[in-house]
């Protein structure tokens, strides 16, 4: 669905990305991990045109969209849930929700329901102002948000950012229901082991460069990973491999 070929970008003549080629395909969900400061908002960024390319080329299904601008690009299909939310603070729940249909005219009324469907508390929560939510939820919120635009792919940026351990794995267990609604996810975080225990694919990212890709349970039981991201597991490869599936199935199971 999303190719990305040798792309290079940055900010002014400092480069932050490398020669950058990734792919994600249909009903997947992709994880892109990496330490702070790798490039990998800048990488969503760049596919969104909000960073500019220097070199290479963004396509999804097979169409050129590096050339575009933002607003064109959402149109396309692509929506972004920034890091940190960055939501409408004062205005309520489902005001925020609206704002995330401005591209998508029609049955908005339908996707307001379709979306308090997927995300419950926040049909309870529908005239609070987003900024009194916690943590948590204001996730959701940006979620739901970026979903009212109906992307076919939807690109999450550090969803798990400042959220305790619990509400971390409730925000990966919303995401695997993403994919399992037919949805298509590629994902930057910092918390390798919550994102690689619900993805399919994995790349790691290091200064600008990609360095790794491969399953999600084969990233998990490379041992330079662990070492950079996973505390030095250890673990051998089957054993690795038996966690994720572990792992998995109590996310998707809800616990």
Known sequence: MLQLERVSS???RSPVLHEVS???GAGEIVALVGANGAGKSTLLNT???LVRRTQGSIRLEGRDIG???TPAIVRTGLAQVPERRQLFGTMSVEENLRMGAY???GDV?????AQYALFPILAERRRQAAETLSGGEQQMLAIARANMAAP???LLDEPSLGLAP???VRIMQEVARLRAAGGTVLVVEQNARAVLAIADRGYVMENGRITHSAPAAALLADRSVQDAYLGGAGASSRAAEARIRARRAAILAGR
């Open 67 to 69: 050339g575009l601008a």
């Open 166 to 168: 619990l509400m971390v």
């Open 47 to 49: 596919v969104m045109g």
């Open 103 to 105: 591209a998508r005219r």
């Open 152 to 154: 076919r792919l939807l």
């Open 109 to 113: 009324a339908g996707r307001l329901a």
């Open 10 to 12: 940055g900010y002014g």
């Open 22 to 24: 990734l792919e994600v």
